[in-house]
């Protein structure tokens, strides 16, 4: 976001705001339902700073670069097949350098066996289809032999 961060009090006061999904002194992350209610709200013809005041949040606190690219990026979001869904859960990058609260740590590990269930589930398959291909394989093998 540039050079502006967020003040300690500044993130303390933005994580109160049910409209928030995570907030650190570099960004913030809003939920489904704010990025729903924003565009919805933009599209009947509001500034997003009065759409922000009537969610709850200080838009001088958010700061111009910041609220412009809330409209950009929920427009652009909308669009998407996934819609608001934050597509970064459960894709790989640079590990997390900070503490994680128990919340994040469980829904982490959630969807890391939720990943290896899959993997699993996949491995099995592919296990029986082979045997599959091989039994058939050697039932062919022996009826040409017999004939």
């Not at 913030?28 to 709200?41: G, M, N, Q, S, W």
């Given at each position: ?13 933005l994580r109160q705001n049910k409209y928030v999904k995570k907030v650190s002194e570099k960004s ?14 933009y599209n009947t013809g509001k500034l997003p700073s009065q759409i922000l005041i009537e969610m ?92």
């Open positions: 976001m540039g050079k502006y961060y967020f003040t300690p009090e500044q993130v303390e006061q913030i992350t809003y939920t489904e339902e704010f990025k729903e209610v924003f565009l919805l709200e709850g949040f200080d838009y001088k606190v958010l700061g111009k670069s910041r609220v412009d690219n809330i409209v950009q990026s929920t427009k652009k979001q909308s669009l998407r097949p996934e819609g608001f869904k934050d597509t970064r859960i459960g894709n790989s990058g640079r590990p997390a350098t900070r503490n994680l609260s128990q919340e994040e740590i469980i829904a982490k590990q959630k969807a890391e066996i939720e990943l290896l269930k899959a993997k699993v589930e996949f491995l099995s398959d592919l296990k029986r289809l082979e045997r599959e291909a091989m039994w058939e394989a050697s039932k062919s093998k022996k009826k040409k032999s017999s004939k």
